[in-house]
Each structure stands twice: as C-alpha cells, then as structure tokens.
C-alpha cells in the first residue's frame, strides 16, 4: 500500500528549478524523458534522477508506452503542499482574527 507523500518530500521537490521547470511543462501534458530534458539543456540521465524525486514525492507519475518512458502531472503531491499551505494560511488568519479583536477592545477602551 502506498503512503502519501510527507510535506517535507513534496517541498524538497519542489525545491529545485529543474524539478519545477518539468513540472511547469508537464502542465502542457504527458512528455518523455527526452522532451523533458531538450529545453533544460540536461541529459536524459539527469532529468530520469530529477523524475525520480517528483515521483517520490507523488508529483509526477512515469509510464513505459514502447520504448518510450512518458511523464504525467500527479495531483497528489500537489494537494499535500496545497493542504500543508492552507493549514498556514488559516492559522494566520486566526492570529490576525485575534489580534484585530484585541486592538478593537483596546480602542473601545480608550474611547476611539
């Protein structure tokens, strides 16, 4: 059974501009190794070990179509970096929330 992807191996994936520059083109849609690595100016070999990491990270998933391995967008990775920042997010919210009640009472107070 597979787990999901921890926060942690999400960020550090997508910690990378290369790992972002292939995920940025998948959004296009499905590509190969080889189209993956042409406008990178890397080799296939390289951009195989930065696929390696994504899907890891439940960012991308691989497929082999023929002689050919083809790379797809992976929701999953996507929605633990989306849910782990929304959780920042609301407790954000929830300080300023306080604070702004905090500084209504103090204006209530002194008679603003």
């Known amino acids: 059974m597979l787990q999901h992807p921890s926060a942690d191996a999400v960020f550090d994936a997508l910690g990378d501009g290369t790992r972002r520059a292939i995920l940025e083109r998948l959004t296009l849609g499905p590509a190969s190794a080889t189209a993956l690595a042409q406008p ?3 080799t296939v070999a390289a951009v195989l070990q930065h696929v ?3 899907e890891e990270a439940r960012l991308v998933t691989t497929s082999k ?3 050919v391995r083809v790379c797809r967008l992976e929701q999953e990775g996507l929605g633990v ?3 782990w920042l929304d959780e920042r997010r ?3 919210e929830r300080r300023l929330d306080r604070l702004a009640a905090v500084l209504g009472e103090a204006e ?3 008679g603003g």
């Open 52 to 54: 390696r990491v994504l």
């Open 90 to 92: 609301r407790e954000q």
């Open 40 to 42: 990178l100016g890397v």
């Open 81 to 83: 970096a989306r849910n």
């Open 108 to 110: 209530e107070e002194s």
């Open 65 to 67: 179509e023929g002689r």
